[in-house]
Protein backbone atom coordinates (compact mmCIF):
# COMPACT_ATOMS: atom_id res chain seq x y z
CA UNK A 1 0.00 0.00 0.00
CA UNK A 2 2.72 2.75 0.85
CA UNK A 3 3.99 1.80 -2.98
CA UNK A 4 0.72 2.49 -4.51
CA UNK A 5 0.65 5.95 -2.25
CA UNK A 6 4.04 6.69 -3.40
CA UNK A 7 3.63 6.31 -6.91
CA UNK A 8 0.14 8.22 -7.18
CA UNK A 9 1.70 11.43 -5.07
CA UNK A 10 5.04 11.31 -7.11
CA UNK A 11 2.64 10.76 -10.23
CA UNK A 12 0.56 13.84 -8.99
CA UNK A 13 3.75 16.05 -8.72
CA UNK A 14 4.42 15.39 -12.13
CA UNK A 15 0.81 16.24 -13.06
CA UNK A 16 0.37 19.97 -11.22
CA UNK A 17 2.46 22.99 -12.38
CA UNK A 18 5.48 24.23 -10.42
CA UNK A 19 5.51 27.73 -9.01
CA UNK A 20 8.09 28.39 -12.01
CA UNK A 21 5.31 27.48 -13.90
CA UNK A 22 2.49 29.20 -11.89
CA UNK A 23 4.68 32.77 -11.95
CA UNK A 24 5.43 32.74 -16.04
CA UNK A 25 2.57 35.12 -17.94
CA UNK A 26 -0.13 33.83 -19.28
CA UNK A 27 0.16 33.79 -23.17
CA UNK A 28 -3.32 35.72 -23.48
CA UNK A 29 -3.37 34.54 -27.20
CA UNK A 30 -3.32 30.71 -26.31
CA UNK A 31 -6.05 31.28 -23.95
CA UNK A 32 -8.80 33.34 -26.67
CA UNK A 33 -7.73 30.95 -29.44
CA UNK A 34 -8.80 27.95 -26.72
CA UNK A 35 -11.49 29.92 -25.72
CA UNK A 36 -12.83 30.72 -28.96
CA UNK A 37 -12.21 26.48 -30.25
CA UNK A 38 -14.10 25.89 -27.15
CA UNK A 39 -17.52 28.22 -28.03
CA UNK A 40 -17.22 26.95 -31.96
CA UNK A 41 -17.33 23.27 -30.96
CA UNK A 42 -19.98 23.73 -28.68
CA UNK A 43 -22.00 25.75 -31.59
CA UNK A 44 -21.13 22.97 -33.89
CA UNK A 45 -22.87 20.38 -31.42
CA UNK A 46 -25.66 22.26 -30.56
CA UNK A 47 -26.23 22.87 -34.77
CA UNK A 48 -25.55 19.16 -35.01
CA UNK A 49 -28.19 18.02 -32.80
CA UNK A 50 -30.93 20.46 -33.67
CA UNK A 51 -30.62 18.72 -37.22
CA UNK A 52 -30.44 15.65 -36.20
CA UNK A 53 -33.78 16.52 -33.79
CA UNK A 54 -37.47 15.11 -34.82
CA UNK A 55 -39.42 18.17 -36.24
CA UNK A 56 -42.15 19.01 -34.50
CA UNK A 57 -44.66 17.31 -36.95
CA UNK A 58 -43.62 14.44 -35.39
CA UNK A 59 -43.97 14.88 -31.73
CA UNK A 60 -47.96 15.95 -31.13
CA UNK A 61 -47.69 17.59 -27.82
CA UNK A 62 -45.57 20.44 -29.58
CA UNK A 63 -47.96 20.00 -32.46
CA UNK A 64 -51.36 20.37 -30.41
CA UNK A 65 -49.93 23.46 -28.40
CA UNK A 66 -48.47 25.05 -31.58
CA UNK A 67 -52.62 25.12 -32.81
CA UNK A 68 -54.18 25.96 -29.34
CA UNK A 69 -55.32 29.26 -29.32
CA UNK A 70 -56.47 31.31 -25.77
CA UNK A 71 -59.43 31.12 -24.87
CA UNK A 72 -61.60 34.56 -23.75
CA UNK A 73 -61.26 35.71 -20.58
CA UNK A 74 -64.86 35.11 -18.02
CA UNK A 75 -66.73 38.35 -17.76
CA UNK A 76 -67.11 39.46 -14.43
Sequence with gaps: MHTL???LVNYWCRKTLSEKDLMEPIELRKVVLRTSIGFAAFAVLILCLNWAA???INRPQV????QMRPMP????
Design 54 to 56: DPM
Design 63 to 66: AVAD
Design 73 to 76: EAKK
Design 5 to 7: ETA
